[in-house]
């Protein structure tokens, strides 16, 4: 690798994955790191195996399956986590083991160690790590809240106990652009044998600089970054790999690094994991959101027409947006249809397709002119995991002269059942139907409506999410009707939560694991 390489690491499968509400299931984790192995990602992080049967199975999985990219499996530092993530990571073709340990004064601690206790662990475990695979990335989390001499004593001892890659990590998202080149700099200036090593950059969003963090520590001589698509991750979210990918072509002048990702496929991922986490991306996200290359007040447009570069960095083809698409219609055959996806970036089986083309023609019935958006919306109706519960019927009463009310047919389990109900408004006259049917004690934490294009035929996309027991889980749906989608995208986040049910969350079982347990 040449010094102006810069190796992209993504972690949506773990970081991602970790945030609450995007549970994804074990083929989305599979197509995921599919398509971020196709893009160009260096290395991946599939998994944290120790957390979950799930989380092993998905892990080691994906290393099998990758082509090209590093596997990365994530361990705390003790050595049942590690083998562990060993177990999960040894098949693919270039394994790597990841191990932490929290070395801030808050994060020692946790687990009650004193700074030579916590030293002695870091040999301890980095060692054992890399007796298992030459590939050994350490990090020390809360990287920016640990002191000074501290930190380069325990960097040095993982670098000595034969880590290759060291993880600077901004876990609260404190740091700031200045000081995060600085730590690195120095890091590089200060600790023995750093230069035979690469140091990464891992930064949150808590104040909306882990994009500008992360090229920051590029400049200070980091040599790979962590990110997610779309940013997902824990509260505010990772650096953006989409951000930072294209900053660093768009920038090539003042940043003269470049990475192996084939941007063209951007568009498509980002969507893809849209889908999947059940996380919308926002519209005026940076690179991906749906405005990011709208032009509409007149000024804009008109500058535009003369010369795309007034109000534009980057060609929306860049990141994989055609240009303007004629919509289809109630007249487009099979074939248009299969086209239009496959430029949206979906190549569907012939069983796949055959499914999506009978919904695109009800929808082309029921809406003159179906747009990208449309199909897009479409295409993740069909997202949903083993259903336990479907929607069969649906009927709503509503008016200016109250109850409304919802007849409701489900099939629960493959046994049909159906309910009377009422409520204040359509909306929660429906969802009231689908409590009556099936009990739980999910709480509603967010109910969000999107009209998906223009005009009032147009699609409704829903996004509800729900907690029980601190589990939460999004779905989604889209409909013409804003009702009927409301009730898909309930039914489809109580399927998740179902499949949340049987995931242990990371910790649980491997609650009385310790390091003296393991040693
Ligand atoms: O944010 C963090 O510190 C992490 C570590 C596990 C690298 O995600
Ligand atoms: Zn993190």
């Known amino acids: ?30 197509e995921i790191a599919e398509l971020l192995d196709e893009m160009g990602v260096d290395i991946i992080e599939a998994g944290f195996p120790i957390a979950s049967e799930g989380d092993f199975r ?19 530092a003790n050595y049942k986590d590690i083998d562990r993530c060993w177990e999960a990571v040894k098949h693919a073709k270039s394994p790597r083991i990841h191990t932490f340990i929290g070395t801030s004064p808050l994060h020692r601690a946790i687990p009650n160690l004193d700074m030579d206790q916590m030293a002695e662990r870091i040999h301890d475990t980095v060692t054992h790590a890399r007796n298992l695979c030459d590939n050994v990335q350490w990090s020390p989390m809360d990287a920016t809240r640990t002191e000074w001499d501290y930190l380069c004593r325990v960097v040095e001892i993982a670098i000595k106990a034969g880590a290759t890659t060291i993880n600077i990590p901004d876990t609260v998202g404190y740091t700031a652009p200045a000081e995060s080149a600085d730590l690195i700099k120095r890091l590089l200036e200060a600790v023995p044998g750093a230069d035979d090593i690469i140091f990464a950059t891992h930064c949150h969003n808590d104040l909306g600089m882990a994009t500008a963090n992360a090229l920051a520590a590029v400049l200070g001589g980091a040599r790979q970054i962590e990110c997610t698509i779309n940013g997902l991750g824990e509260r505010a979210g990772n650096t953006a790999l989409e951000e930072v ?8 002048d003042i940043m003269p690094y470049y990475t192996g990702v084939d941007t063209t496929k951007i568009m498509n991922i980002s969507r893809r994991v849209a889908t999947v986490s059940g996380f919308p991306v926002q519209f005026n996200k940076a690179i991906v959101g749906k405005n990011a290359f709208a032009h509409e007040s007149g000024i804009h447009q008109d500058g535009m027409l003369k010369n795309s ?36 970036g979906y190549e569907l089986a012939d069983n796949q397709l055959n499914d999506i083309f009978v919904r695109f023609k009800d929808l082309a019935d029921r809406k003159k002119e179906v747009y990208d958006d449309d199909l897009i919306a479409l295409i993740r109706q069909n997202d949903t995991v083993e259903d336990l519960l479907k929607l069969k019927h649906l009927r709503v009463v509503c008016g200016t002269e109250g109850p409304q009310t919802a007849d409701l047919t489900l099939e629960i389990d493959g046994e049909e059942k159906t309910v009377h109900a009422t409520g204040d408004g359509p909306v929660d006259s429906a969802f009231n139907a689908v409590k009556a049917l099936f009990k739980h004690s999910a709480r509603l934490q967010l109910y969000q409506v999107h009209a998906v294009t223009e005009g009032t035929d147009a699609q409704a996309t ?50 009385g694991v310790s390091y003296k347990d393991v040693n």
Do not use: W
């Open 1 to 30: 690798m040449t010094k102006d390489r810069v190796l992209i690491f993504d972690t949506t499968l773990r970081d991602g994955e970790q945030s609450p509400g995007a549970t994804m299931t074990h083929e989305e984790k599979l």
């Open 58 to 76: 998905a892990v080691s999985e994906i290393a099998e399956r990758t082509k090209n990219a590093t596997i990365c499996g994530l361990a705390r």
């Open 309 to 344: 570069e007034t109000f534009e960095i980057m060609r929306p083809s860049d990141v994989g947006l055609s240009g303007t698409s004629l919509p289809l219609g109630k007249h487009s055959g099979r074939a248009a249809l299969r086209a239009k996806l496959k430029e949206l």
């Open 462 to 511: 829903v996004s509800v999410r729900l907690e029980e027991d601190g589990r939460i889980a999004t779905g989604q749906s889209a409909d013409t009707d804003t009702v009927v989608a409301s009730v898909k995208a309930y039914i489809n986040a109580l399927n998740r939560l179902i499949v949340r049910r049987e995931k242990t969350a990371p910790g649980e079982d491997v609650k």
């Open 245 to 252: 990918v294209m900053a660093l072509k768009v920038r090539g």
